[in-house]
């Protein structure tokens, strides 16, 4: 682990002195050996704050994408919400529809029957009207009949004699009198 408290740069580099010793090294190269450690700290200072500055990025982006994806995340949940809500809705309104088409159906159905037992108590009513209104008629042409026949059983009056008549026979009367076909008709049934 290194001690973060003792951190070298290149200018501590080339500013570090190193006192003359006897039997020491050779200066000139500890001086390049050292320009080229500092050169070297340079670029590596230089690369670690490029490498920082790309990592700040990548984390900016990655931080970015994250955010992204909750948002998408949550645009997700909420269209997958708002799909269900819309499916219950449709599938509320769809069984309210068919609970109103029964009804109107039954109400139809009722009133169509409804319907059809007034016009049968209509029908039925015309039937009697039909059958007292023949009954009622076969009665007046059996009267009628009845009197018809009447007559012709009666006796025929007395012929005037043509002298009280003017000089003119009164005409014969004929004792039975043929029944109209429709009158017939209406007598069978």
Known sequence: MIDESFRLTPLDVRRQQFPNEMRGYNRAQVDAFRERVADEMEDLTRRIQDMEAKARGFHEQLRAFREREKALNEALVSAQQLRTEMREQADREAQLIIREAKAEGDRLVDAA?????????????????????????????????AELDAAAAAP??????????GGE????????????AWLDSLVKE
Not at 156 to 165: D, F, G, H, I, T
């Open 113 to 145: 029957r409804n319907e059809a037992r007034r016009l049968s108590s209509d029908l039925e009513a015309l039937d009697r009207t039909r059958r007292a209104y023949i009954m009622q008629l076969r009665q007046l042409a059996e009267r009628q009949l």
């Open 156 to 165: 025929s009056p007395v012929l005037a004699p043509p002298e009280l008549n």
């Open 169 to 180: 026979a009164a005409p014969p009367t004929k004792s039975h009198h043929p029944t109209p």
